[in-house]
């Protein structure tokens, strides 16, 4: 679920990782809820990781000791992490660009459709999440109700189509939604969408190498 924020340093990669809220050295842990989480708190969780992005930013600007390229830096994500970094994509004009790996969106089908079903052993309460209590934070936050004329940016896709915790069905529906909103403002060619076959929720090899290639074009395209 990671999110990582990508910076230039003399021509190589400068990269920083970011826990989400509620996960890693971030999870409140207590008697009751050890190994557990709370889903109906994944959405905020979300959106408040990337609250902490500005404050990342300014530190790295205060504190680097060498010199970066601030008017480059892009934000990675992977599973849910690709929904902290779509959601920093249209909140802040530093982020350029956005990679979501494997990753998670049509947050309004999800609920309904219960994929969060697989998480129910690591989950807080027994139907995992209950629609009622995070619908304002899908109304509120999915990416897709905020990219808007001002905020558009690239944004590289990553899917494996024997994907079975995102499946694929859903990932098309969701990028055709955001295209729709992109090529309204003639930026449609910003999208890119990459599907692996014989690849499920994981990150490959083949995914990373791609990866890599488009992250050296914003590079060059940002000169």
């Known amino acids: 679920m990671n999110c990582i924020l990508r910076i230039i340093w003399q021509g190589m990669a400068f990269f920083v990782a970011i826990d989400m809220h509620g996960h890693g050295e971030r999870r409140i842990v207590t008697d009751n809820n050890e190994g557990k989480y709370d889903f109906n708190n994944i959405f905020k969780d979300t959106y408040m990781t990337s609250c902490d992005i500005p404050n990342i930013i300014e530190h790295i600007k205060a504190n680097a000791n060498y010199k970066l390229d601030l008017d480059n830096i892009g934000a990675v994500g992977v ?93 098309n529906e969701y990028f055709k939604r955001l295209y729709s909103v992109f090529d309204k403002f003639g930026k449609g060619d910003y999208l890119k969408f990459v599907r692996y076959p014989n690849t499920g929720h994981e990150v490959t090899n083949v995914m990373i190498s791609d990866l890599l290639v488009w992250l050296s074009e914003r590079k060059n395209t940002a000169k």
Request: hydrophobic content about 40%; proline content about 4%.
């Open 79 to 171: 599973s849910n992490g690709a929904n902290i970094a779509l959601i920093s994509g249209y909140r802040f004009k530093e982020i350029k660009y956005v990679v979501s790996i494997i990753g998670v969106f049509n947050w309004s089908y999800i609920v309904e459709n219960n994929l969060f079903s697989v998480f129910k052993h690591y989950a807080t309460i027994p139907t995992v999440i209950e629609k009622q209590k995070v619908q304002d934070d899908i109304n509120n936050y999915e990416p897709c109700n905020n990219y808007t004329q001002g905020n558009l940016k690239p944004i590289l896709f990553l899917h494996g189509q024997m994907d079975t915790a995102v499946p694929q069905y859903t990932i």
